[in-house]
């Protein structure tokens, strides 16, 4: 089983739609979550951190659930500018003297006319 | 230059040749990693570095791959007797420290690999 799991996609959805992302991750120790974008040939950039009480950032709300151990990405009123795809990613602890980050595969985003 | 960057942004070798693929974190950034992106794949961990030493080396596929760092600094990948499976993005990220990757990595543009 991967430690972070993601639906691939892709989510096709039409401008202003509201669209929603899951990521599951397998290790209870983990304590850092973020979402990160990455455009089509391009690197991926943080997006934004996920909280415990959930937090927003203008048209993105991230929820973290460690009950279950799951994040979720929520994108109101999609624009154009929103086709990318989205990571989430996740500390596997700090093991070896550093926060291993371990990425999902990634869920690809298209927002169409 | 603020940012992290990477070179070549593109290389192409054939098969059995050795690349070395060049690193320059953000100035103060004591913290390096390299992935790598296979076409349509997620980021894979490949080695971190802390100052010039690499206390996780586990994601390096083989004996065939490489790291070091020097002065703190810039870091070189590299790769021999490349082989066709490793055409892949390479990906260099830095962050300030060891604990400060938990905000989050910075990542430069990448070297694209491809072997022939």
């Known amino acids: 089983r991967k430690e972070v799991e993601q639906d691939p996609g892709p989510f096709n959805v039409p401008e202003g739609a509201t669209v929603a992302f899951n990521c599951t991750y397998s290790?209870?120790?983990?304590?850092?979550f973020f979402w990160y974008r990455q455009d089509c040939r391009k690197e991926p950039k943080l997006l934004m951190s996920?909280?415990?009480s959930g937090n927003e950032d203008g048209r993105f709300t991230a929820q973290l659930n460690r009950a279950s151990q799951y994040i979720s990405l929520l994108i109101r009123d999609s624009k154009l500018s929103d086709s990318a795809t989205y990571l989430c990613?996740?500390?596997?602890?700090?093991?070896?003297?550093?926060?291993?980050?371990?990425f999902g595969a990634g869920t690809r985003l298209a927002v169409h006319p | 230059g603020a940012g992290v960057s990477q070179s070549p942004s593109n290389k192409v070798t054939e098969k059995g040749k050795d690349v070395e693929l060049r690193c320059d974190p953000i100035?103060?950034?004591?913290?390096l990693y390299w992935y790598r992106q296979s076409l349509g794949q997620g980021l894979e961990f490949l080695i971190y570095?802390?100052?010039?030493?690499?206390?996780?080396k586990s994601g390096l596929p083989s004996d065939r791959f490489s790291a070091e760092r020097t002065g703190g600094s810039v870091s070189t990948l590299t790769i021999q007797r490349t082989q066709q499976e490793d055409s892949a993005v390479y990906l260099c990220?830095?962050?300030?420290?060891?604990?400060?990757?938990?905000?989050?990595?910075?990542f430069g543009p990448g070297t694209r690999l491809t072997v022939l």
């Open positions: 100035s103060g950034h004591t913290a």
């Open positions: 570095f802390q100052g010039n030493s690499a206390p996780d």
């Open positions: 290790n209870s120790a983990s304590q850092s």
């Open positions: 990613v996740v500390n596997s602890g700090f093991s070896g003297g550093y926060n291993k980050l371990i």
């Open positions: 996920v909280y415990s």
């Open positions: 990220a830095s962050s300030l420290g060891a604990r400060t990757s938990g905000i989050g990595l910075f």
